[in-house]
């Protein structure tokens, strides 16, 4: 529990695996606190299927993921963030290993189970392939690769003395004040308690914003409920720059069903010999690109989208019944079984598919340890834009990267914690100018008007006509969204959309600066990627309103 007035040396917002990484590596020279604003699995980190992209195989090399990274990020990618990142993924494979996350060994594969992690050595894992990965570098645990690094993560955080797991508690604002020499600190959080509907302050030498990506923002998503863009909203109204909002991935392939909200099928199936086909069975991958269905996400998006539109169809196909069934079911036995819930039997049967919203490449502006524009305040994770991911992250770097800026985030705190003390004059949450809402029902209605708005306007293909018409909506609806801020108690229904609205409109504001199609930012009006390719940056010190 959250008492009204807590302190800890570190306050990690997120259970997901940035936020558990950095606790887990923190928890050894400091009270680390995680908030989770639902359950604790309630991250994409849970849903994570195809696995973690890292060089294992003798036959691959750095150079090689380096390369096949700043390929897929067209041109956006960091140098020195891409190279720091990708040379250490072994080492973030061997602390997984040695946390004890199951992952399948070359021994195991196809028989449905995971390893003994007590026995794994690096060379002994399998590796599936992916979508723009010119080798097998797929670390995994079955297709449920997230659930493991979870569940094993949650564990080890849960026995550890010095982390507190608290879930049901929404962070709200961050705390911030100045030093005398005038730069910003942070000091703390104001929280929202679900169960005493109050808001609480929490005192930390350190906060950390681990709260994953935005991708609710759109009507149809891969993602999570909670993936409102909390932290990238929280940073920005603290003071953060934040960067290359534009470049939202919609993932090419989640399950087209009535009744299945949000269910991905994993790009490892098409790394594993799965066709996308139209309707009547024709294939049209090759058409695009010479890598047919295992090009970078943002091409297989446009394309399947292209087909979409022209063929009038409401989804494609994606057909692995040419695989052995028994193949299928222990590679992927989650897909196979939650497919065979809705009356699809994937060894036997075509699955229907849609892209959707699913990555967040843009976010808080960070170096490769997690430090933001403010002192004592980090960001890991999808909530960040490191450099890694450029104009189109490429498949399973992003869990790769959760684990890298969480190890320097717990480096860089190490460093300075002797030297940072608890602020002592915190103002409370203010109510006084507050009443219980009696309009409900407006805070459903601006939701959905968002997320349609963002889906039909700032889609997989964009116009500057379109990205006006959707920039003066979203000012139009913010100022609603403000005032009724303003005027009622807080609900985590209102919290999340203050947030969702105002990331909207900074990935439509950064969708207009960009005047060229680069990754997963395609506009009609600019077909052409021009020949430097800058970051979109923006920052709340010069915007008129925030
Ligand atoms: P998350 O795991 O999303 O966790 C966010 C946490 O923040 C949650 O605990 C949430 O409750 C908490 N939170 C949010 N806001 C607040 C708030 N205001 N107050 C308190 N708590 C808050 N990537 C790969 O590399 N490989 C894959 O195979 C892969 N598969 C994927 C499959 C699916 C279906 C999805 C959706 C994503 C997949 N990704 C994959 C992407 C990857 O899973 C995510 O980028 C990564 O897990 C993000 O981890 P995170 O720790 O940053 O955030
Ligand atoms: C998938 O399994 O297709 C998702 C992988 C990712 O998002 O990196």
Redesign the pocket.
Known sequence: MIGQTDRTDILIVGSGAAGLTLALRAADFSKVTVLSKSDLREGATFY???GIAAVLDEKDSLESHIEDTFNAGVGLCNPDVVRHMISRGAEAVEWLLRQGVPFTTKTNEGKNHSINPDSAKLSSLHLTQ?GGHSHRRIIHATDATGKAVFETLRERAAEHPNIKLVEECMAVDLITQCDNDGKRKCVGLYVFNHKSRKVDVIQAKFVALATGGASKTYLYTSNPDGASGDGIAMAWRAGCRVANMEFNQF?PTCLYHPHAKSF?I???LRGEGAMLELSDGTRFMSKFDKRGELAPRDIVARAIDHEMKRSGCDCVYLNITHRQPSFITSHFPNIYERCLKFGIDITKDRIPVVPAA??TCGGVVINERGETDIDNLYAIGETSCSGLHGANRM????LLECFLVAFGAASSISEKIRSVCFSTSIPEWDESEVTNSDDEVLVSHNWDEIRRLMWNFVGIVRSSKRLKMADRRIKTLREEIRDYYRKNRVTIDNLELRNIALVAELVIKCALKRQESRGLHYIIDYPKTEEEAKDTVLSPLTSPRN
Request: no cysteine; charged share 15%.
């Open positions: 994570a299927q195809g992916e993932h991905l994993s790009e490892a699913h990555y498949a399973s770097n992003s």
